[in-house]
Nanobody, 119 residues
Framework: QVQLVESGGGLVQPGGSLRLSCAAS????????LGWYRQAPGRQRELVAS???????YYATSVKGRSTISRDNAKNTVLLQMNSLKPEDTAVYYC?????????????WGQGTQVTVSS
């Protein structure tokens, strides 16, 4: 099993910044993709940003230019720095890890952290 522990959510004013962190631990043979999804009320969960083990990154169009994802392969951690936050960024943010456990690839999720952008 793999555990993902998230931190960094909260209430932020529009235009503000927030940093989300996630640490993976457990039976990790090889950590593939590590990133963040979010889900707003009444909407489907969507990919926000992801970082591969090789260093490539992906950003959703809605956050590109305002967000930076960084990953520490030695510590199995990932950070998401979000700037110029907008009310539409309000959602529960979930850390996601795609892990090779020696037999196959498995997706794991954190418990979620609430991000609310409001004045």
């Amino acid at each position: 099993q793999v555990q993902l522990v998230e931190s960094g959510g909260g209430l932020v004013q529009p235009g503000g910044s927030l940093r989300l962190s996630c640490a993976a631990s457990g039976s990790i043979f090889s950590l593939n993709a590590l990133g963040w999804y979010r889900q707003a009320p009444g909407r489907q969960r969507e990919l926000v940003a992801s970082a591969s083990s090789g260093g490539s990154t992906y950003y959703a169009t809605s956050v590109k230019g305002r967000s930076t994802i960084s990953r520490d392969n030695a510590k199995n951690t990932v950070l998401l720095q979000m700037n110029s936050l907008k009310p539409e960024d309000t959602a529960v943010y979930y850390c996601h890890a795609n892990v090779f456990n020696g037999l196959g690839y498995v997706d794991y999720w954190g418990q979620g952290t609430q991000v609310t952008v409001s004045s």
